[in-house]
């Protein structure tokens, strides 16, 4: 079975750090362009961060630039998104995703519905 496995949710304060980790299993990701998202209630899902299959190119939206960093190890079979100085604003459920495109840049972030495979999506409550 395909799955995307995510961990590493949890209560954070403000200016605080976290980090979300994503295994996938059933497939290989080395040829996946991997990615986050994060959706409040009530909003539509937001693209947070992508990350090329070979790892060279990585895209954020503005929102979370400097503060967020996405990494990927194909031979864990893992992306991973390290949250630094988190605000309220921040709170969110995250969700994984893989792209069979393999590449997945900018215009990747706007559009979930490019997306093949999800995470079920950790929650990051951040508290003033």
């Known amino acids: 079975e395909v799955q995307l496995v995510e961990s590493g949710g949890g209560f954070v304060q403000t200016g605080g750090s976290l980090n979300l980790s994503c295994a996938a299993s059933?497939?290989?990701?080395?040829?996946?362009?991997l990615g986050w998202f994060r959706q409040t209630p009530g909003k539509e899902r937001e693209g947070v961060s992508t990350i090329t299959s070979g790892g060279s190119g990585t895209y954020y939206a503005d929102s979370v630039k400097g503060r967020f960093t996405i990494s990927r190890d194909n031979a864990n079979n893992t992306v991973y998104l390290q949250m630094n100085s988190l605000a309220p604003e921040d709170t969110a459920v995250y969700f994984c995703a893989a792209d069979g495109c393999a590449f997945v840049g900018d215009e990747s972030l706007e559009d979930p519905s490019e997306w093949d495979y999800w995470g079920q999506g950790p929650q990051v409550p951040v508290s003033s």
């Open positions: 059933g497939f290989t990701v080395d040829n996946f362009g």
